[in-house]
């Protein structure tokens, strides 16, 4: 069995939200430059109104595969999440040229609150069994972490940083259009 793809040629109008079993959000960082570690994260929220997009990410549900590295990432070192829960960010403006799109907008991070342009592609309309209208964005920004006050790093015994301060912000995204 095999699945067909629809390229859209606009953003849809209406609203949209996310069906967050069928999305995703992550980060990836590189890590004493030879390799890259990451986390997602598993409560997080994201909608499409009338071409504009939207959402934020809850810090806390951070997964990664070590358990002391969470906690670090937890603390006033990173993400401080005691006073910052969530990751956020809008959009204004979105372009689409075939399947590509571009949204340019803001995202804030501990507080802090900067441009950024996410880029990927967009699928759709596709009805799905149910007879609901669906879009798919995949979609990633690089942001640099320092921006947003999240300086910590390790020095190597070569004088580099253990951490790039370069970070790589995915969303996989199933969008439904609201009832």
Do not use: C
């Not at 109008?13 to 069906?19: E, I, L, M, Q, S």
């Not at 603390?75 to 403006?93: G, K, L, R």
């Not at 689409?96 to 507080?111: A, C, L, M, N, Y």
């Not at 070569?158 to 969303?171: F, H, I, P, Y």
């Amino acid at each position: 069995m095999s699945t067909t793809t629809i390229q859209a040629t606009e953003l849809p109008t209406g609203t949209y939200g996310a069906d967050t079993v069928h999305s995703s959000v992550a980060f990836e960082v590189q890590y004493m430059g030879i390799g890259n570690f990451g986390g997602t994260v598993s409560d997080f929220d994201a909608s499409l109104v009338d071409g504009r997009l939207s959402g934020a990410a809850r810090i806390a549900t951070l997964e990664v595969k070590d358990e002391n590295l969470h906690g670090h990432l937890m603390s006033p070192d990173f993400f401080d999440a005691a006073q910052y829960p969530e990751v956020s960010f809008s959009t204004e403006q979105a372009q689409i040229e075939g399947s590509s799109v571009r949204f340019e907008g803001e995202i804030t991070i501990k507080g802090i609150t900067r441009p950024a342009i996410l880029t990927g592609t967009i699928v759709g309309p596709q009805t799905d069994p149910y007879g609901n209208e669906r879009y798919g964005l995949d979609l990633e920004t690089t942001v640099d972490r320092t921006a947003f006050g999240i300086t910590w790093n390790n020095d190597m015994p070569n004088g580099t940083k253990a951490l790039s301060d370069e970070v790589t912000l995915k969303a996989n995204l199933s969008l439904v259009k609201a009832a």
